[in-house]
């Protein structure tokens, strides 16, 4: 069981926006301004798309964007595009011991 | 562009020991100012942080693991190294090295990952 909680799936048509999300407690998620999303197509490694929350690095897409309310973090996706149809994990910071914790994942299917 | 790439066996028997090694090109480990992460995803399922190095060779693992974790850096071959003693099916994953800034936790950079087996 992982520790932070996603949808195991969520699916969209071209062009609409889909939203994902990530739930974790006051020692992660909640606490501190670092959660992670990540995009894993299958056999790939993942590539980081959020990090800080809400910061996309060099050569992400504006189509992607995070934001956090309490002990959930969000992953939104704007004019989902066929390419778009992956496996979504978030990450976070954690004080208990382990340094980051994942969330299960969530596969996101273009319809 | 850093780029990491890992090199181990893909069958390793029970009770064994898994070793896997990650070469980092493109970039130097002992420039400091990173973590020098290793990463599973057994089939099918999420992703779990196993421990990281700094290039001095100070580490951190996961406490779920860590009776069984060796992490390990050689900065004149430009390399780090997992070790995961007896091991069991439970151990079989993709094994991935990665990298993230020194208390950012988040990894930009990614290798490519392994499969290891864990099988008789």
């Known amino acids: 069981q992982s520790a932070l909680t996603q949808p195991a799936s969520v699916s969209g048509s071209p062009g609409q926006s889909i939203t994902i999300s990530c739930t974790g407690t006051s020692s992660d998620v909640g606490g501190y301004n670092y959660v992670s999303w990540y995009q894993q197509h299958p056999g790939k490694a993942p590539k980081l798309m959020i990090y800080?929350?809400?910061n996309r690095p060099s050569g992400v897409s504006n189509r992607f964007s995070g934001s956090k309310s309490g002990n959930t973090a969000s992953l939104t996706i704007s004019g989902l595009q066929a390419e778009d149809e992956a496996d979504y994990y978030c990450?976070?910071?954690?004080?208990?011991?382990?340094?980051?914790?994942f969330g299960g994942g969530t596969k996101l299917t273009v319809l | 562009q850093v780029q990491l790439q890992e090199s181990g066996p893909g069958l390793v028997k029970p009770s064994q020991t898994l070793s896997l090694t990650c070469t980092v090109s493109?970039?130097?480990?002992?420039?400091?100012?990173?973590?020098w992460s290793w990463i599973r995803q057994h089939p099918g399922k999420g992703l779990e942080w196993i421990g990281y190095?700094?290039?001095?060779?100070?580490?951190y693992y996961n406490p779920s693991l860590k009776s069984r974790v060796t992490i390990s850096v050689d900065t004149s071959k430009n390399q780090f190294s997992l070790k995961l003693s007896s091991v069991t099916a439970a151990d079989t994953a993709v094994y991935y090295c990665a990298r993230d800034l020194s208390g950012s936790y988040y990894f930009l950079n990614w290798g490519q990952g392994t499969l290891v087996t864990v099988s008789s």
């Open positions: 493109g970039g130097s480990i002992s420039s400091g100012g990173y973590y």
């Open positions: 800080d929350v809400s």
């Open positions: 990450s976070s910071y954690t004080s208990s011991s382990t340094y980051v914790v």
């Open positions: 190095i700094y290039y001095s060779g100070s580490t």
